[in-house]
């Protein structure tokens, strides 16, 4: 099963995509898993024998708490999918339990991959000497992939802020199985598109 859409997928298209999707299409003792550290995931033996690879970015956006609000409010309105050929429903709330749709062009059709968010991280110290937000979303049935991933901004003790995006998968069906090198590929342009838009977010001027 895999969702596609010759235009930009509408509201109706999505909420679809959403109500036909089932349940999440990966191991429930990995449910979560993101939250841990990317060391933590290279030492679960279990990921890799699974067939699960890893995917990291991390990146130095900025520092202060400001630039970390604003990465927060990025996150919380999806600006980090704000793409061209990539985007969240700005209006999906980050919410545990809360199902919504990557839509994604690839080369004529859009495919729409559903997911569900199964956590949201928060947490900061004293007078806001280190802050951190993220939250992880597993994929559903009808997602071309199985799999975890996080994204997250942290203000780290000297006050710099880091974006985070954290995720492992497998190919979901014979399509993904068949252009995994591909789809590696796209996870990895994501990243480095997604960044720009971070960057662009904590950067921007204050209304």
Known sequence: MVFLC??????????ACIDKSGTL???SKYRSATAKSLSSLKEDKGLSKDGFL???ARVLVGSGID?????????????????????????TPVQQGVKFCVCVKEFVPWVMMPLQVVYVNESRTKKNRMASFGFGSGTLDGHLLAGEERFSVEMDEN????????SFSKPANILS???????????????HESTKMMLKCVNAPKS
Request: aromatic share 24%; proline share 5%; net charge positive.
């Open 6 to 15: 010759w235009d930009r997928p509408s509201h109706q298209d999505q909420k």
């Open 25 to 27: 299409n990966y191991d």
């Open 54 to 56: 890893l995917n990291h």
């Open 67 to 91: 630039t970390f609000e604003k990465g927060k409010s990025a996150l919380r309105s999806w600006r980090h999918f704000g793409l061209n050929w990539a985007f969240v429903d700005p209006k």
């Open 159 to 166: 006050g710099q802020v880091w974006y985070e995006i954290l």
């Open 177 to 191: 199985f068949v252009g995994y090198p591909y789809v590696f590929l796209r996870q990895k342009y994501f990243a």
